[in-house]
Nanobody, 124 residues
Framework: QVQLVESGGGLMQAGDSLRLSCAAS????????MGWFRQAQGKEREFVAA????????YYADSVKGRFAISRDNAKITVYLQMTNLKPEDTAVYYC?????????????????WGQGTQVTVSS
C-alpha cells in the first residue's frame, strides 16, 4: 500500500507564494507520474501540474502556467508544487497523486494513489 501525505497549505493573500510538498511512503518505488490536482468547493477536481520520471517533463494547466512550478525528488519520492502570485481563484483543496503512463496526463484515471488533500485559501 502507498501513502501520500501533503503538507504546506494555509491561508494566504493574493500575490503571495507558497510551496506544497507531498511525500510517498509504504512501497519503495519511483512513480512514473507525480502530479497535483485541486478541487474548489462545489467544483470538479481539476488537473494542476504533473512531472514525468523518465524525461523530467512537466505539464501545467493553463490557469497556473507561469505561476506554478512542479518538481520532484526521486530519491525522497517527494513532489513539490511551488505556487507564486497566488490568486483568490487558486483557493481549493490540493491533492497530490501518483500513477503510471496510461491515459492523458490530465486524466484522473492515470493516477492510482491520492493524498488526503491540503487546503489553500487565498484572500483578495
Amino acid at each position: 500500500q502507498v501513502q501520500l501525505v501533503e503538507s504546506g497549505g494555509g491561508l494566504m493573500q493574493a500575490g503571495d507564494s507558497l510551496r506544497l510538498s507531498c511525500a510517498a511512503s509504504g512501497r519503495t518505488f519511483n512513480p512514473y507520474t507525480m502530479g497535483w490536482f485541486r478541487q474548489a468547493q462545489g467544483k470538479e477536481r481539476e488537473f494542476v501540474a504533473a512531472a514525468i520520471r523518465s524525461d523530467t517533463s512537466t505539464y501545467y494547466a493553463d490557469s497556473v502556467k507561469g505561476r506554478f512550478a512542479i518538481s520532484r525528488d526521486n530519491a525522497k519520492i517527494t513532489v513539490y508544487l511551488q505556487m507564486t502570485n497566488l490568486k483568490p481563484e487558486d483557493t481549493a483543496v490540493y491533492y497530490c497523486a501518483i500513477g503510471g503512463p496510461l491515459f492523458n496526463i490530465q486524466d484522473r484515471r492515470r493516477y492510482n494513489y491520492w493524498g488526503q488533500g491540503t487546503q489553500v485559501t487565498v484572500s483578495s
